[in-house]
């Protein structure tokens, strides 16, 4: 056999130049890729390629869950089901005074001569259950282009914000966490309006709050709410609550800690929010308008 | 270009490496998921060893550019690692095939290791010390990997 391969080697590329062809083009892959962003599409298409192994791969734990399901007892579901009862009472309740508010809120507005709406549309995804890096913080969602989803667009769980989509194809998109270390967001506290960013620092880490000052008004337990500002986010979903404040010596800002709202390992089924481009304009006008 | 007739089984080293892409990916317990084994990069280093003129460092950077994009990594990191990788068993791969089988595990700890060192650049991750453990698992795992797919090689007679 090895006399037949001699031939086939003399017509390739040596060794050492196929090598150095893969870092070049290694190299320009990942400066297009990072600094100019030039690759979207191509991304997108490969990503679709492999789109089918990454659902293979989540199918054993999503059989498993269905199995679980369907092995339930009876007692437990009866459980289950009182308790959602319950809860379902609650929240139609606190929902009652929602809408009352909702409405007195549109009233006051419309007294202002400014519109606002307080519901957006939102789309179910739900996360493929695979494992990606461990040291960045991503999932892969099952809906994509087709579906509406496109790149930015906000995720939220039941329980606050998650974070935003970065990449976008036919069937499905990925999504970056509040945690990941490229990750900021615009926030302020819902209790005295005070703004600030909230930086991911991965790994199942708190958030931090940058660049406030050791005298402002932070406390623990304080709730934080998307500010809107930076147009990606809507105004007023939660984001999470103060843990710890420290106060470095002889640095200019506090070190502030923040346990995320959403639950960020725990979430099956996550929002995306259908938050338009025209909306934002308007809200952007009410605020010049306010100032006068 | 009557030589190619020599080769068979292509698509036996395709299934094999998305097997491999598949353990890649499905979920394991958290204190686990650290110490996942490289799986990709041990299929390829097998067919490289077994096979040079099949799998080549055209080989290698084409996998590792989809293992970029399917982890979500910024494109050509995965992709040049795998290449550097298959480089060096190509280079050495007559000497790697007269190892007993942990010295070839041994060599591969260094190769992993190899692998890590970009994630641990850009992460900044230099105090985690468990950005190494799959370099520890892909080492004790490779004696089993190597015995499966030169099983599947014979099997198949891939060649």
Do not use: C
């Amino acid at each position: 056999m090895e006399h037949n391969i001699k031939p086939l080697f003399a017509h390739l590329p040596s060794l050492n130049a196929r090598l150095l062809l893969a870092l070049v083009a290694s190299l320009v892959l990942f400066f297009l890729d990072t600094r100019l962003n030039y690759f979207s599409p191509t991304r997108s298409a490969l990503s679709t390629i492999v789109y089918p192994i990454q659902v293979i791969a989540s199918f054993p734990s999503d059989a498993s869950e269905w199995i679980s399901d369907f092995f339930q007892n009876r007692d437990q579901l009866k459980e289950k089901n009182m308790a959602l009862e319950a809860t379902n009472l609650l929240n139609n309740v606190r929902l009652q005074k929602l809408q009352n508010l909702e409405r007195e809120n549109t009233r006051l507005r419309e007294l202002l001569g400014s519109s606002f709406r307080l519901t957006e549309r939102v789309l179910v995804a739900e996360l493929l259950s695979i494992d990606l890096d461990p040291f960045s913080q991503q999932v892969v969602l099952n809906k994509g282009l087709n579906d509406g989803v496109f790149n930015g667009q906000p995720v939220l769980d039941a329980h606050g914000v998650m974070g935003q989509i970065t990449e976008v194809t036919s069937f499905s998109s990925r999504a970056m966490l509040l945690t990941d270390p490229s990750h900021g967001l615009p926030v302020q506290i819902n209790r005295n309006g005070l703004r600030a960013v909230a930086i991911g620092r991965g790994l199942g880490e708190p958030l931090q709050l940058e660049h406030l000052a050791h005298n402002a008004d932070v406390r623990v337990g304080d709730v934080l709410v998307t500010s809107g500002l930076g147009g990606r986010f809507p105004v007023g979903y939660p984001v999470g609550t103060v843990i710890a404040i420290y106060f470095p010596q002889g640095k200019a800002f506090a070190d502030i800690a923040v346990k995320p709202a959403a639950e960020l390992d725990t979430s099956r089924e996550v929002l995306l929010v259908l938050h338009t481009e025209k909306q934002k304009t308007k809200n952007e006008l009410i605020s010049t308008e306010d100032l006068h | 270009m009557a030589t190619i007739k020599a080769s068979q089984g292509g698509g036996i080293i395709v299934i094999t490496i998305v097997i491999a892409m598949l353990l890649m990916l499905v979920p394991l317990a958290d204190n686990l998921r650290f110490a996942r084994p490289e799986w990709v990069l041990m299929t390829l280093i097998y067919w490289a060893m077994a096979l040079p003129q099949r799998v080549g460092v055209g080989y290698a950077w084409s996998v590792g550019l989809l293992m970029d994009v399917i982890m979500g990594g910024p494109l050509g990191i995965e992709a040049f690692s795998y290449a550097f990788v298959i480089y060096l068993i190509l280079r050495f791969h007559l000497q790697l095939r007269q190892y007993p089988l942990w010295q070839q595990a041994l060599s591969i700890m260094t190769l992993v290791l190899v692998v890590k060192i970009p994630a641990v650049v850009m992460t900044a991750n230099f105090a985690s010390w468990y950005v190494w453990l799959p370099a520890v698992t892909t080492t004790v795992l490779w004696p089993i990997v190597y015995a499966f797919l030169r099983a599947v090689r014979r099997t198949f007679n891939v060649s």
